[in-house]
């Protein structure tokens, strides 16, 4: 089993930055992916960013130049730094590990809160 916790969310004003973190814990395996997806309210849920375990990244084009996805292989943490964050950023944002060995595993975080107030 694989756990998530997230950290980092809050309310900030357009323009400001947060950064976001999700320590990913239990049973490990490489390769695996990373990533943050988000949904808003009435909205579906939609990939924000992901990284791979041998560092390759993949953005969203809505964020690209303003969110930067990073992780500690070390620590099992992903971290997402938000920057230049626009009201429509506004959205509860879940932390995703995905396992994929043999089998395609989809684990998620708790979801956290983002609020950008304009």
């Known amino acids: 089993q694989v756990q998530l916790v997230e950290s980092g969310g809050g309310l900030v004003q357009a323009g400001g930055s947060l950064r976001l973190s999700c320590a990913v814990s239990?049973?490990?395996?490489?390769?695996?992916?990373m990533g943050w997806y988000r949904q808003a309210s009435g909205k579906q849920r939609e990939l924000v960013a992901n990284i791979i375990s041998g560092g390759i990244t993949n953005y969203a084009d809505s964020v690209k130049g303003r969110f930067t996805i990073s992780r500690d292989n070390a620590k099992n943490t992903v971290y997402l730094q938000m920057n230049s964050l626009k009201p429509e950023d506004t959205a509860v944002y879940y932390c995703?590990?995905?396992?994929?060995?043999?089998?395609?595993?989809?684990?998620w975080g708790q979801g956290t809160q983002v609020t950008v107030s304009s």
């Open positions: 995703n590990y995905r396992q994929t060995t043999s089998l395609i595993v989809d684990y």
């Open positions: 239990g049973s490990i395996f490489s390769p695996n992916i």
